[in-house]
């Protein structure tokens, strides 16, 4: 699966049973740094792969952009210390429209967790900032579509089966259940990042009519980027957190934790969820 993993020699130990040495498959994870019209803008830690849906997707949840039309280019560039000529594929310049105006260089983002931003002061920053409004989509889905999206979305991680080591999320119609997309990364904020980042280039922000599906606990950062690319319904397989929670009240968003097997949690909008015994 050429950078997306690799295999190293690791020795396996079972109590009661002889030492084993054999060849295990990891997930890689390298740097991505992004830059904006040659400056640099962000570094992540990702899984290669998808990464100009990784760039793209990172822009709209901060807000700097939200249609297909604002990214005008994307190309992978050599990076420090080759001297700007050999090609690594962990630096991406990204080229927007004239008429989207460029990000401060030194800006602080409140998606992380260092910018001394917290509670409702992030909570009002992202409901600035988002293009979209969630809150009056009128999205319903059934509980019986619900219960069937974490098991579509283990059956379609085709590298976390090989490793065991990767986050996913996964796009699907609130009406059928059908699959949009998945991407998988070891950061579940960069898998996010890659589904809305598809989105964008598909021309389909805002996107209204989905549930996204993750394969972990739904975190503020998850919720703030639904949000910011229009999605009415989050689902986890996890927990949230209690920002999470504060922020999908106030966005309008349904969400959804603990979805295993026939149960879930909705913590939010729950009108959004149908069910034959409503």
């Known amino acids: 699966m050429g950078r997306i993993t690799v295999r190293r020699p690791v020795t ?16 890689v994870e390298e740097p991505l740094e992004i830059r904006v019209a040659s400056e640099p803008f962000t570094v992540t830690m990702r899984t290669p792969g998808h990464d100009v849906e990784l760039a793209a997707g990172f822009l709209v949840g901060e807000g700097i952009i939200s249609r297909s039309e604002h990214l005008r280019a994307a ?24 008429e989207v105006p460029m990000p401060e260089r030194d800006r602080n983002f409140y998606t992380t967790s260092s910018c001394g931003m917290c509670g409702k002061a992030s909570i009002e ?105 229009g999605i009415p319904i989050l689902a986890a397989v996890s927990a949230p957190s209690s920002l999470a929670v504060e922020l999908a009240e106030d966005a309008g968003l349904t969400l959804i934790g603990f979805l295993r097997g026939q149960s879930m949690n909705v913590y939010t909008r729950g009108d959004r969820v149908l069910s034959s015994a409503q």
């Open 125 to 229: 920053a992202v409901r600035t900032v988002s293009a979209y409004d969630v809150a009056s989509d009128p999205t319903t889905v059934d509980v019986s579509t619900l219960v069937t999206l974490p098991d579509t979305l283990r059956a379609h991680q085709d590298v976390f089966e090989k490793t065991g080591g990767l986050h996913a999320a996964g796009l699907f119609d609130a009406s059928t259940g059908e699959l949009l997309v998945l991407r998988e990364d070891v950061g579940r904020h960069n898998a996010v990042d890659k589904v809305v980042g598809w989105a964008l280039q598909q021309g389909r922000l805002p996107l209204g009519g989905t549930v996204l599906q993750v394969s972990g606990r739904a975190s503020f950062e998850l919720v703030q980027k639904a949000t910011m690319a």
């Open 12 to 27: 396996k130990l079972t109590i009661g049973a002889d030492e084993r040495r054999r060849a295990d498959t990891l997930a």
């Open 75 to 98: 190309i992978h560039c050599g990076g420090p210390g080759t001297g700007g000529t050999d090609n690594t594929y962990n630096v991406l310049d990204v080229g927007l429209a004239a």
